[in-house]
């Protein structure tokens, strides 16, 4: 079993940037792919990123290449969401999730879901 509780969410103006975590609890985290989703009322939940067990390969939704990158630190249970040059179409509740495996963008392929936690962008 792998729990995850996200942390970092918040208020920031358009431009700017926030880091998100996400703390794991569970044995199979080192070896789960990791990723991060986001919704916002009345939409499918959308894939965002994920990273690669080792951290040494990650994959990015069109939406938020070159301003987001995710990495990981196995020895300390956590994944990391760097977002830069925010804008408003990023607010949203963003989810940190594991995959089945890498390479997966679909939220079929999710084993376990953390809580979420609330991105607003706006000046």
């Known amino acids: 079993q792998v729990q995850l509780v996200e942390s970092g969410g918040g208020l920031v103006q358009p431009g700017g940037s926030l880091r998100l975590s996400c703390a794991a609890s569970?044995?199979?985290?080192?070896?789960?792919?990791m990723g991060w989703f986001r919704q916002v009322p009345g939409k499918e939940r959308e894939f965002v990123t994920g990273i690669m067990w080792n951290g040494q390969n990650t994959y990015y939704g069109d939406s938020v290449k070159g301003r987001f990158t995710i990495s990981r630190d196995n020895a300390k249970n956590t994944v990391y969401l760097q977002m830069t040059s925010l804008k408003p179409e990023d607010t949203a509740v963003y989810y940190c999730a594991a995959l089945r495996f890498y390479g997966s963008s679909r939220s079929e392929d999710v084993t376990h879901w953390g809580q979420g936690t609330q991105v607003t962008v706006s000046s």
């Open positions: 569970g044995r199979t985290f080192s070896s789960s792919t």
